[in-house]
């Protein structure tokens, strides 16, 4: 059964810093590209950032997020690193990592593109 699990969230102070991590079980990471997506109470989901796969070569960023949030993957590892720096209050909300076997030039932040989910991360940004 293909599985990605996230991990890595928490309380964190605006300003603060935490590093995401999605990593696969059942299959490996290398062909797939991935998703960070999250969720607030009373919203949408909102796609915040993608890697192609193979070297991630393809990254893409909310507008919401870009300049603060770093994505990235290490294939030996088998996982997909969120970082965010200088995090705020509207980042609160239950993150998610989405897989999709796909060639090494696709990056998508489009929720119905992606078939393997996992169950999500809270994090809470909060003095």
């Known amino acids: 059964q293909l599985q990605v699990v996230e991990s890595g969230g928490g309380l964190v102070q605006p300003g603060g810093s935490l590093r995401l991590s999605c990593t696969a079980s059942?299959?490996?990471?290398?062909?797939?590209?991935i998703g960070w997506f999250r969720q607030a109470p009373g919203k949408e989901r909102e796609g915040v950032s993608c890697?192609?796969?193979?070297?991630?070569?393809?990254?893409d960023y909310a507008d919401s997020v870009r300049g603060r949030f770093t994505v990235s993957r290490d294939n030996a590892r088998n996982t997909v690193y969120l970082q965010m720096n200088s995090l705020k209050p509207e980042d609160t909300g239950v993150y998610f990592c989405?897989?999709?076997?796909?060639?090494?030039?696709?990056?998508?932040?489009?929720?119905?593109?992606?078939?393997?989910w996992g169950r999500g991360t809270q994090v809470t940004v909060s003095s």
């Open positions: 989405a897989a999709e076997m796909a060639a090494d030039d696709w990056c998508a932040r489009v929720e119905w593109d992606f078939n393997y």
């Open positions: 059942g299959f490996t990471l290398d062909h797939y590209g």
């Open positions: 890697i192609s796969s193979g070297r991630g070569a393809k990254l």
